[in-house]
């Protein structure tokens, strides 16, 4: 079976799928209205600078502040002699400064971190940043000062003097002849990654990335010397050719794309940077829609599933809150048939398999805590771990996974770049917030009724009417009726119960005096 990436591209939405052996394994998802930020550059200011948090916030011209903690800050050495310039107040050069004369231009370009927010950075500055984290939830961007433009097989960092080999390549004889053609073509004080797609790659196509990486920073240096502050001087590649080129390798077999316009610009894309696998770029021939040809609509769909069930007939419940992910193993229909030991034992295996994949697919990302059943062979343990270690190599994003704790517990980290799933094709209920419940109607009965005592004295009408949900009405007419009998009688007061099928489940209305037409 092959490795295919399918690209769904409407003038409202564009879905693109990563499709492994027929499964899909990576959804990408993104909104023309809603276009994804991490990339772009601006020109900023800072509006706050908070020490006691080591961080400021800075204003890049979107709805919320980006956020910028001091590990990620860059001082130029032009901002350097500036900041020393105006703290010098007596004459005496860095001495007298605010930054006691213990910092060179040198030093303070290529700082350490646990150094203070406040010797960076002052409100009101001016400053060029990243965005690194897209904003989520509530929280703003998270942005960083040390500048990355990608490429097909490079990464310039045009603020660090430093050569990376992804992790990825392994032959320590490429790894090494990669550094050494690096070192010969980079301008002294710059930094370059080796991405993984550049391990066969010829030297003429690292020098061809790197031209383009440098006209590129030159071009965004040009449009920030004379940008406003706040404003946009740097827009990352949209999402149909950013994962074009950071997914699109050898190891993929095939692109098709069900849009013409959208094919052209792909076509266009690989062309320029990766000319060797222009073949493998196809126009949909079907006539029907790309996921449902290929039969990914239906998992598409499950992927906002709290509960997914297992081949075995055991299942897993996926919960996510602000600050973590839970993932419950339970054994479900699954009897087995040599003992309570070996079924747990091998529903704990299968889920193994289906919660990396979940993950992956969900992009779900923060701290996950996953509670396998309970194994009494410590051998069982260690091989679900061991599992687990294994299906997560797989994942793109950095993934790290502690042993399996005291309390049958693994708890696990996975790197979180962009909203996951639930976030970007979901929004909270209406009813209950995102809270995911809801009073019972008894308590909502319950609250009505004490109101009604609270307010029955001060109140100098005899009739009230209760405005309330249906279902909430139909309880306190049916299974209530003695306690309203009993709070007319404690009140004095003739209390008429009227439902109201637009209401809220747990908003009521208490309107004294005559009953309402």
Not at 6 to 13: C, K, Q, S, V
Not at 48 to 60: E, K, N, S, T
Not at 267 to 296: C, Q, W
Not at 438 to 455: G, Q
Request: contains cysteine; negative net charge.
């Amino acid at each position: 079976m092959s490795t295919e990436l399918l690209i769904n591209a409407t003038p409202y939405e564009i879905r693109i799928a990563l499709v492994e052996h027929g499964n899909l394994v990576e959804f990408y998802l993104e909104q023309p209205c809603e276009k994804g930020l991490v990339g772009n550059i601006y020109r900023g200011r800072v509006v706050r600078v908070l020490p006691g948090m080591q961080a400021a916030f800075v204003d890049i011209g979107l709805e919320r502040t980006g956020f910028l903690y001091v590990d990620d800050v860059h001082i130029s050495t032009d901002q350097f002699e500036k900041r020393m310039a105006k703290c010098d107040r007596g004459g005496n050069g860095a001495g007298t400064g605010c930054c006691g004369g213990s910092e060179t231009p040198d030093s303070l370009s290529h700082r350490t971190p646990g150094l203070n927010i406040d010797d960076l950075l002052t409100e009101g500055q001016s400053i060029m940043v990243q965005i690194c984290k897209e904003p989520m939830g509530t929280k703003g961007a998270r942005l960083t000062c040390h500048i990355t433009l990608p490429c097909r097989n490079l990464v310039f960092m045009p603020m660090t003097d430093h050569i990376g080999i992804s992790r990825k390549i392994e032959d320590e004889e490429v790894r090494q002849q990669l550094r050494q053609d690096i070192e010969t073509l980079r301008p002294a004080g710059t930094g370059f990654i080796v991405r993984t797609v550049a391990e066969n790659v010829t030297n003429e196509d690292l020098e061809a990335d790197m031209e383009f990486l440098l006209h590129t920073w030159d071009e965004v240096q040009d449009v920030a010397a004379k940008a406003p502050v706040p404003s946009l001087v740097y827009e990352d590649l949209d999402i149909t050719l950013r994962v074009v080129r950071d997914i699109f390798s050898p190891d993929v077999d095939r692109v098709v794309v069900d849009d013409e316009k959208t094919f052209g610009r792909v076509l266009r894309f690989v062309e320029t940077f990766a000319p060797r696998l222009k073949g493998r770029v196809h126009l949909s021939e079907s006539n029907m829609p790309i996921f449902d040809a290929y039969g990914i609509e239906m998992d598409v769909n499950r992927a906002l599933d709290k509960k997914i069930w297992l081949r075995c007939g055991g299942y897993i419940i996926i919960e996510t809150t602000e600050a973590l992910t839970v993932v419950d193993v339970n054994t479900g229909r699954y009897v087995g048939k040599s003992g309570l030991e070996e079924t747990i034992f091998k529903t704990n295996m299968e889920a193994v398999k289906e919660i990396a994949y979940q993950l992956r697919m969900r992009n779900i990302g923060g701290i996950i805590i996953i509670d396998f059943i309970d194994m009494e062979e410590e051998a069982h343990r260690d091989e679900v771990f061991a599992a687990l270690k294994e299906a997560a190599k797989k994942d793109k994003s950095r993934v790290n996974i502690l042993k399996v704790s005291e309390f049958g517990l693994v708890q696990m980290t996975r790197k979180r770049n962009r909203e996951d799933l639930a976030h970007m094709m979901c929004e909270p209920c209406l009813y209950c917030h995102g809270e995911g419940m809801l009073k019972s109607s008894r308590t909502i009965c319950y609250d009505i009724f004490r109101k009604v005592e609270r307010e029955a004295p001060k109140m100098a009408d005899v009739n009230v009417t209760l405005r309330v949900h249906p279902k909430v009405a139909a309880m306190m007419l049916k299974e209530e009726a003695s306690t309203i009998d009993y709070l007319q009688n404690a009140t004095n007061k003739q209390i008429t119960i009227k439902p109201v099928k637009d209401l809220h489940l747990e908003k009521f209305e208490m309107i004294w005096g005559a009953e309402l037409a």
